[in-house]
């Protein structure tokens, strides 16, 4: 069927029957076109093949699995929180891209996706980033408090990262992240199993 714009709440929404495209969002004119996107289908920005970077609102509730499947070149990314919903439902970033398990997470996220920021949340899933092995930088929230096991696993390019408010680490939370050699563990009072395991280039904690 073809696309149908209608009034809802008050807003103007894009309904689509097609997959490959956002499914709702709210249009909101400021003077410039600005849209705040609630929700994804399937594929949303499945092969933007061109796509370097996107910056998801912190309005979004959901994201589907393979919203960003085939972005090829996507380098930088800001989502409001890792996987399908806040709560941790499918909470491996690589789930954006397809994969249906935390463990295949290697062979579909782009070697080009070097920069993740997350924008909400008090807790990290478990294997949020696992085996997210080309990422270098990843940026928390202040309300972040926990992360969860395995959540950076074999990020094996991940050199140094901020943990500004987190006071627990889970199980083997960046076990195998072989370069990673500069982390904040100011405010850090639990530290799981073998956490730091494989660390191999660690030389400064703080």
């Given at each position: 069927?073809k696309?149908?714009?209608?009034a809802v709440?008050?807003?103007?929404c ?5 997959k490959y ?7 909101i004119?400021?003077g410039k076109s600005v ?10 920005f ?5 796509l370097?970077q996107?910056?998801?609102p912190a ?7 393979s919203m960003?499947?085939g972005c ?7 989502i409001p929180?890792?996987g399908?919903?806040a ?10 891209f ?9 062979g579909?996220m782009?070697?080009s996706?070097?920069?993740v920021t997350v924008?909400t949340?008090t807790?990290l899933?478990?294997n ?10 990843v940026?928390?929230p202040?309300?972040m408090?926990?992360v969860g ?8 390019y991940l050199s140094g ?12 939370a960046?076990?195998g992240c072989v370069?990673l050699c500069?982390v904040?563990?100011?405010?850090v009072t639990?530290?799981?199993v ?5 660390c191999?280039?660690l030389s400064r904690t703080?």
């Amino acid at each position: 069927g073809k696309d149908e714009i209608a009034a809802v709440e008050g807003a103007l929404c894009l309904w689509t029957e097609r997959k490959y495209l956002v499914k709702r969002c709210h249009v909101i004119d400021n003077g410039k076109s600005v849209v705040i996107i609630l929700e994804h289908d399937v594929y949303a920005f499945g092969n933007c093949l061109a796509l370097a970077q996107l910056a998801l609102p912190a309005s979004v509730v959901r994201m589907e699995r393979s919203m960003l499947e085939g972005c090829g070149a996507l380098t930088a990314l800001t989502i409001p929180f890792v996987g399908e919903t806040a709560d941790g439902e499918n909470g491996w970033l690589a789930y954006l891209f397809g994969a249906v398990d935390h463990t295949f997470s290697e062979g579909y996220m782009p070697a080009s996706l070097v920069r993740v920021t997350v924008l909400t949340g008090t807790t990290l899933p478990r294997n949020a980033f696992y085996e997210c092995s080309r990422i270098r930088e990843v940026i928390l929230p202040e309300t972040m408090t926990a992360v969860g096991d395995r959540a950076f696993y074999r990020c094996a390019y991940l050199s140094g990262i901020a943990l500004p408010s987190v006071t627990t680490l889970g199980d083997e939370a960046f076990s195998g992240c072989v370069r990673l050699c500069d982390v904040d563990l100011s405010h850090v009072t639990t530290i799981g199993v073998q956490a730091f395991r494989g660390c191999i280039s660690l030389s400064r904690t703080y």
